[in-house]
C-alpha cells in the first residue's frame, strides 16, 4: 500500500514564524504535490514537483515555497506565516504519467495549521 | 476563476437510494475525470475515474457519467450506505499532472 505521512497532524504558529511542513512518501512517486483545503473552495494546488530538485508553481504560490532535495521527501515552507495561511494543508503522491494515462493521486491525512 | 464546479455544497439521502453528486468544469481540455472521497481526519482517497473519451464507467456501486457537449459529470452511487457519508470532490486533469478539484459536496446517508 502507499503511503503518504506527514509530520504533524496539528500545528499552531504565530504570525510571522517560519513554519515547515514534511512529507514522505515510500512508493518511489515521482510526482509529488501540495494541496490547501478551504470551506466552500476545495482542495487548491500550491506547488507540484514531478523530480527532485524541480518545482512548478501551482495555483496558489504566493507566500509559500518548497524543497525536494530528495526523491520520497517533499516540504511546504510558509517564510513568514500569515493568519490567512491558517487552513488543512495535504500532500499527495503519484507516478509519473504515462502516454494517455492519468495519475492516481495518493494523499496523506493533512495537517490542520493554525495561524495566531 | 474555478474551472472545475460542483454547485452542491450538500446532499442528503436516505440509505437503499441513489445518490447523485453533479460537477461542471469549463475547460474541454481536460483529459481524465476523478472522484475522490474524504472522511473527516483523513486524505482524499481516490474513488473513480473516466477518460474524456468515454461517457460510462461503473465500478460496483459506483458510476460516473460524462456528457462532454454540456461539460458535465455526475457519480451515481447505488444503492447508498451509512459508510458512504464523506465529502466527494470532483477534480480534473490535462497533461500538466497536477489535479484541478471542485470545492466538494458533502453526502449524508441517512440509515
Known amino acids: 500500500d502507499v503511503k503518504v505521512t506527514q509530520s504533524s497532524r496539528y500545528l499552531v504558529k504565530r504570525t510571522g514564524e517560519k513554519v515547515f511542513l514534511e512529507c514522505v512518501q515510500d512508493?518511489?512517486?515521482?510526482?509529488m504535490f501540495w494541496y490547501r483545503q478551504d470551506p466552500g473552495l476545495g482542495l487548491r494546488l500550491i506547488y507540484f514537483?514531478?523530480?527532485?530538485?524541480?518545482?512548478e508553481k501551482g495555483d496558489i504560490p504566493e507566500g509559500y515555497s518548497v524543497s525536494r532535495e530528495k526523491k520520497e521527501r517533499f516540504s511546504l515552507i510558509l517564510e513568514s506565516a500569515s493568519t490567512n495561511q491558517t487552513s488543512m494543508y495535504l500532500c499527495?503522491?503519484?507516478?509519473?504519467?504515462?502516454?494517455?494515462?492519468?495519475?492516481?493521486?495518493?494523499f496523506g491525512p493533512g495537517t490542520r495549521l493554525t495561524v495566531l | 476563476d474555478q474551472q472545475v464546479k460542483q454547485n452542491s455544497p450538500s446532499l442528503s439521502v436516505q440509505e437503499g437510494r441513489i445518490s447523485i453528486l453533479n460537477c461542471d468544469y469549463t475547460?474541454?481540455?481536460?483529459?481524465?475525470f476523478l472522484w475522490y472521497k474524504k472522511y473527516p481526519a483523513e486524505g482524499p482517497t481516490f474513488l473513480i475515474s473516466?477518460?474524456?473519451?468515454?461517457d460510462k464507467n461503473e465500478d460496483g456501486r459506483f458510476t460516473v457519467f460524462l456528457n462532454k457537449s454540456a461539460k458535465h459529470l455526475s457519480l451515481h452511487i447505488v444503492p447508498s450506505q451509512p459508510g458512504d457519508s464523506a465529502v466527494y470532490f470532483c477534480?480534473?486533469?490535462?497533461?500538466?499532472?497536477?489535479?484541478?478539484f471542485g470545492s466538494g459536496t458533502r453526502l449524508q446517508v441517512q440509515p
Open positions: 512508493m518511489d512517486h515521482e510526482n
Open positions: 499527495a503522491s503519484s507516478n509519473r504519467v504515462g502516454q494517455g494515462g492519468y495519475n492516481e493521486q495518493f
Open positions: 473516466i477518460s474524456s473519451i468515454k
Open positions: 477534480a480534473a486533469i490535462t497533461g500538466r499532472r497536477a489535479l484541478t
Open positions: 475547460n474541454s481540455m481536460f483529459d481524465y
Open positions: 514537483s514531478y523530480d527532485v530538485k524541480m518545482k
